[in-house]
């Protein structure tokens, strides 16, 4: 199978996530194209791999055996109306990234036959371990299909769900997950600074014990509530703390954050469909 040419329309920070998972993976820089609006954008992005810059959208996907659209899903309508008539030759393989944005969109925008596959990554793609959500439309062939996760395994894992419907909880999990994470350690920083510790050590502490954990759990075979178990020592510190979680409603407040999330890709679908 030939490498093929990526066209990323969009290039700010998830095309540019994606774009150095795929350098590092050994893709070529000189098979991926970018275009987007900011000159600047585009320099920094060929500065980091030289990438091939494109003055506008069409001179990206122009003869592309890929497109990663990766626009704000509020723009992905006109975008797409811009485009369709370099995709109508039926060759190219579109996937799109944008929260929120359906299929039935996407075929109405682009023509019934494009062939598409709707992806959910997360931008620790830029260091090799995103974690993406796929779902392709009938019209995908199975090179495509293969284009696709060879393209995001290069930047992570993949996973293929059965429904177009569970994009959104994936994008409330893994999607938006990355910003949880970075909210609760800013959190655990300010409470150890209030604490007395200065920060810079705060923040080198939690940073590292952020990816022990992440490390344990994917490295161990044992599961997250029996880690868990072996932190917390009877009537100790671990043991008080998790007691102040669980009193103060953290599951819940997990919960109906992620509920929040999916419920905004699915009010995203009416809004921009
Ligand atoms: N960030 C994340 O963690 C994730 C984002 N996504 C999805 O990825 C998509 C991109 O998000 P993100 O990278 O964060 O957004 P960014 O705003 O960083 O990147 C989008 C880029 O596209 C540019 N752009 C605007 N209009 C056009 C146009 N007509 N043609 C080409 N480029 C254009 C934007 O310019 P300008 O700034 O002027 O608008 C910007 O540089 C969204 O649809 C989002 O839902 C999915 C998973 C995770
Ligand atoms: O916040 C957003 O809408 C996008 C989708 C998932 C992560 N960022």
Not at 75 to 95: E, F, H, K
Not at 123 to 135: K, V
Request: hydrophobic share 50%; aromatic share 4%; proline share 4%.
């Amino acid at each position: 199978m030939s490498t093929p040419v990526i066209a990323f329309v969009g290039a700010g920070n998830m095309a540019a996530s994606i774009i150095g998972g795929l350098v590092d993976a050994g893709h070529p820089a000189q098979r991926i194209r970018a275009a987007d609006p900011h000159a600047e954008t585009l320099q920094r992005l060929s500065a980091t791999a030289p990438v091939i810059a494109c003055g506008d959208n069409n001179e990206a996907v122009a003869g592309a055996d890929v497109v990663i659209l990766a626009v704000k899903p509020q723009v992905m309508a006109t975008v797409c109306a811009d485009i369709a008539p370099a995709l109508a030759n039926g060759n190219t393989l579109v996937i799109s990234i944008a929260a929120g944005i359906t299929l039935e969109s996407m075929q109405g925008w682009l023509g019934e036959t494009t062939a598409i596959v709707r992806c959910m990554p997360n931008t620790p793609a830029l260091l090799g371990c995103g974690a993406s959500a796929l779902y392709a439309s009938a019209q995908v062939s199975a090179q495509q299909q293969e284009w696709a996760a060879s393209i995001l395994d290069a930047v992570g894992i993949t996973e293929w769900v059965e429904s177009e419907a569970d994009l959104d909880p994936v994008t409330a999990l893994s999607g938006s997950g990355p910003a949880y994470f970075f909210l609760f350690m800013e959190a655990m920083i300010d409470a150890a600074v209030e604490q007395g510790l200065p920060r810079d050590t705060a923040t080198r502490l939690t940073l590292q014990t952020c990816l022990g954990a992440s490390r344990m759990a994917l490295e161990n075979e044992v599961d997250l509530a029996e880690l868990r178990r072996r932190v917390t020592s009877p009537g100790g510190t671990t043991q008080a703390a998790v007691e102040s979680f669980e009193s103060s409603g953290l599951r819940d407040l997990v919960g109906s954050a992620m509920q929040a999330a999916a419920d905004r890709a699915r009010a995203m679908a009416k809004e921009m469909g």
